[in-house]
């Protein structure tokens, strides 16, 4: 499941970063909300995690923007005051976690909000430009036309729009597939995944990039 954690603070950010990352999620880390609105205009996550206290945009005017978007939202703030809270819950949070808190909870608190939401098939799409993968069938759909995908395809499709312009070696993509049982040859299985999935892209083909020495990443305009 992927995560959209925009916070300002490093060390803070660092070490949720980390530790969500620990629980299995895919997480992308903002420092302010205009890059991760940005984001948001191609690819919708399972959750984001919200400083109220933003430089530039705080994240009460960030909520007001995605209201219309079917996406779990937990803030966090500094303040434990009684309106914020309100009106966090007001524009839409589904919870409010004041600071200083103890990472387990938060971890806990996550889970708890994702097993209340995401069960629609809103959460159950990545979308990517002209791309959408529907996880419930495990199908590609490239402006309306859906394509099949074998099992090792589908993966490889969901991590790189999971995590979307950022790039993913090849040993993390043969992690995914063949758990750690990395040789020459599964080494050049993944070229030739990433070649038949470009196939099935059509004229989109050129949205997986080559980043020579380093692997490949999704980059939809």
């Not at 708890?112 to 959408?132: C, N, W, Y």
């Not at 996880?135 to 991590?159: A, C, F, H, N, P």
Request: proline share 3%.
């Amino acid at each position: 499941m992927a995560i959209f954690l925009v916070e300002d603070e490093d060390p803070l950010a660092e070490l949720l970063k980390m530790n969500l990352e620990l629980e299995g999620f895919e997480v992308s880390r903002f420092k302010e909300a205009e890059s991760a609105l940005v984001e948001l205009e191609s690819i919708t996550p399972d959750m984001i995690v919200l400083d109220v206290n933003l430089p530039g945009m705080n994240g009460f005017k960030f909520m007001k923007k995605i209201q219309d978007r079917n996406c779990p939202v937990i803030f966090l703030t500094v303040k434990d005051d009684l309106r914020d809270r309100i009106l966090g819950f007001k524009l839409g949070a589904d919870d409010y976690i004041a600071k200083p808190f103890e990472v387990e909870e938060f971890i806990f608190r996550v889970k708890a909000v994702l097993r209340r939401t995401v069960d629609g098939e809103e959460r159950s799409r990545l979308v990517a430009g002209p791309l959408v993968l529907d996880r419930d069938r495990r199908l590609l759909i490239v402006e309306g036309e859906e394509k099949e995908l074998t099992s090792s395809q589908y993966l490889v499709l969901e991590k790189l729009m999971v995590n979307r312009r950022q790039v993913i070696s090849r040993r993390k993509i043969l992690q995914q597939l063949w758990n750690n049982e990395i040789t020459v040859s599964t080494t050049r299985a993944v070229d030739m995944h990433i070649n038949r999935l470009r196939k099935k892209l059509d004229e989109h083909r050129d949205c997986i990039k080559t980043v020579y020495g380093a692997g490949y990443k999704l980059d939809v305009k």
